[in-house]
């Protein structure tokens, strides 16, 4: 039987046993997700300015949904399919964000029974999704703004349940309330505000194309 060891998480009667302090600092863990994402976003904009038709908007709106796509399929999967993360003596650089993020939420290294489906639907689900949003903006297909509007209100159900299911439990999982504002709520934050305006510009778009296809059905009659 494998003995506890002494975490940093809230509440600290929380049992984890086996566990393995992160190796590397949080400062690395930081550097290297912004580097890739910053490397992910880049990308995306240079190949999406081949394209003269693509406006601004929609060239952003790919470098937003290639970004969550691969953030939901590939961070956010590593935990729902890696029960035993706060195990790994690698330093595995996975497994090592998400024993930093617990510090913020400590429902990831307790594997939360809703917190666990919550990401794992994310993953198999809204990430794919994501990426294939970035196919639509490019091409200019016509359900684009249905597939992005759809992503949208997943992401914001999503982060509603993880709030929510929190403050009803007591909020009380991050070790400070720095790690609260900053990995509770600020890493969170993007998957409020951005799916909102996304959510707007999508309906406002179906809502219009609506209005066009009704005054052209009407000039017919």
């Known amino acids: 039987m494998e003995a506890s060891v002494e975490h940093p998480y809230v509440p600290r009667d929380l049992k984890l046993p086996g566990f393995v302090p992160c190796s590397l600092s949080q400062s690395a863990i930081l550097l290297v997700y912004g580097v890739s994402s910053l490397l992910v976003v880049s990308l995306v904009w240079l190949l999406s300015g081949r394209s003269p038709k693509k406006s601004k908007i929609d060239r952003w709106l790919m470098c937003w949904w290639a970004f969550t796509g691969l953030t939901h399929m590939i961070v ?3 935990f729902a399919f890696s029960p035993e993360f706060y195990k790994d003596k690698t330093g595995f650089y996975l497994a090592e964000v998400w024993k930093e993020y617990s510090k913020g939420d400590s429902r990831y290294a307790a594997r939360d029974a809703g917190i666990v489906t ?5 993953a198999v689900l809204e990430g794919p999704a994501s990426l294939l949003a970035v196919f639509a903006i490019a091409t200019g297909k016509s359900y684009s703004y249905i597939l992005q509007f759809a992503i949208s209100l997943g992401q914001l159900y999503g982060t509603a349940v993880y709030f929510v299911t929190s403050y009803l439990e007591g909020d009380h999982f991050a070790a400070s309330s720095y790690y609260y504002y900053a990995y509770y709520i ?3 934050a993007s998957w409020i505000v951005i799916p909102t305006l996304i959510s707007i510009r999508c309906w406002n778009k179906i809502c219009a194309a ?6 052209k059905k009407a000039k017919v009659r």
Do not use: K, P, R, S
């Open 210 to 215: 609506f209005q066009i296809q009704g005054q």
């Open 186 to 188: 600020g890493a969170n």
């Open 118 to 122: 919550v990401e794992g639907l994310t």
């Open 76 to 78: 956010e999967g590593y």
